[in-house]
């Protein structure tokens, strides 16, 4: 029963120091790894950081080319708009003339349907 008594005592003082060591040991890489693994966050958050900001500069970049090339292509648009508007303008004011001028002559030939008329009446 002694023996069973040492080998308990041996044993409960192995367990106290391996707690004991495991507590120290724990405690001291608990705080390395934190620091370490606060590092490495910090590191990742500013390299995820720098990446973003990398993309969004490309985006911006991108996303002024294509407001640059769609700005283009509306003055474009308004150029092509106003030569055709101008170019119908012109048709229309040809037209207008043409109109006129088949009026006018209509009015004289009307006159002149007229003047005869006139002159049957008076023979």
Not at 89 to 107: A, S
């Amino acid at each position: 029963m002694r023996k069973m008594t040492k080998d308990r005592a041996l044993v409960g003082v192995v367990t106290a120091l391996a707690l004991l060591v495991l507590a120290v040991g724990c405690g001291l890489v608990s705080d390395q790894g934190r620091q370490e693994a606060k590092k490495k966050v910090e590191a990742k958050g500013q390299q995820a950081r720098q990446e973003v900001n990398k993309k969004v500069e490309a985006g911006q970049e991108d996303l002024k080319k294509k407001v640059d090339d769609l700005q283009k292509k509306v003055e474009t648009g308004q150029e092509d708009l106003k030569k055709k508007v101008d170019e119908v303008q012109t048709k229309m004011d040809d037209v207008q003339k043409k109109v006129t001028d088949l009026q006018n002559k209509v009015n004289e030939l009307l006159k002149k349907v007229e003047d005869q008329e006139q002159q049957t009446q008076k023979k």
